[in-house]
């Protein structure tokens, strides 16, 4: 996917581990996107970057932190995992001169 | 809060007719708004977009229409083909930042 991402691409954890989601990208775009994608909800934007260690909460940020210490890097941590974490989630790029925006494979995370 | 809708959870359409994919937004003040195709097990493509000056944009076998005056954004696809067959979502964005996303439209075309 245009030059995003995202690892792994499957994980499964126990309930009160911490979880580290990556998505990587090789096009230096300044804005990078961590979205979560459920049934009947569609994608809701969890954190989203607009810099090197430039970061902002989403609609659904309780639960997650996020970090990006470089331009082609952006972090997603589950402090604790819990059950209603279990979701896909999709790292996105902003591009401007597509206009739109990229969105990785996804990691699909089951909490257990 | 602010929020993007759609009509019609599922579409049926047959190969070759038009499928028309509806959507509701309720923030007045966005002023970008892109469709997004998803098939199964991938992440989200990017289709069209369209700003707040425009009213239609064409693309290849898709247009998409606004009317800001009841808030209303459709996708409409040219001879629907079974590589069609996907969920379709809208996305708007009021700042130059986030997008907001409807709860997708799946759009299954039957032979």
Known sequence: DAGITQSPRHKVTETGT???LRCH????????????QDPGHGLRLIHYSYGVKDTDKGEVSDGYSVSRSKTED?????????????SVYFCAIRDREMGGYTFGSGTRLTVV | GESVGLHLPTLSVQEGDNSIINCAYSNSASDYFIW??????????F????????????????????????????LQIAATQPGDSAVYFCAE???????TFGTGTRLQVTL
Do not use: C
């Not at chain 1, 990208?25 to 979560?36: A, D, G, L, V």
């Not at chain 1, 972090?75 to 974490?85: G, I, K, R, V």
């Not at chain 2, 997004?36 to 991938?42: D, I, L, P, V």
């Open chain 1, 18 to 20: 911490p979880v580290t």
């Open chain 1, 25 to 36: 990208q090789t096009e230096n775009h300044r804005y990078m996107y961590w979205y979560r």
């Open chain 1, 74 to 86: 952006f972090l997603l941590t589950l402090e604790s995992a819990t059950s209603s974490q279990t």
């Open chain 2, 36 to 45: 997004y195709k998803q098939e199964s097990g991938k992440g989200p493509q």
């Open chain 2, 47 to 74: 289709i069209i977009d369209i700003r707040s000056n425009m009213d239609k944009r064409q693309g290849q076998r898709v247009t998409v229409l606004l009317n800001k005056t009841v808030k209303h954004l459709s």
């Open chain 2, 93 to 99: 964005s009021g700042t130059a930042s986030k997008l």
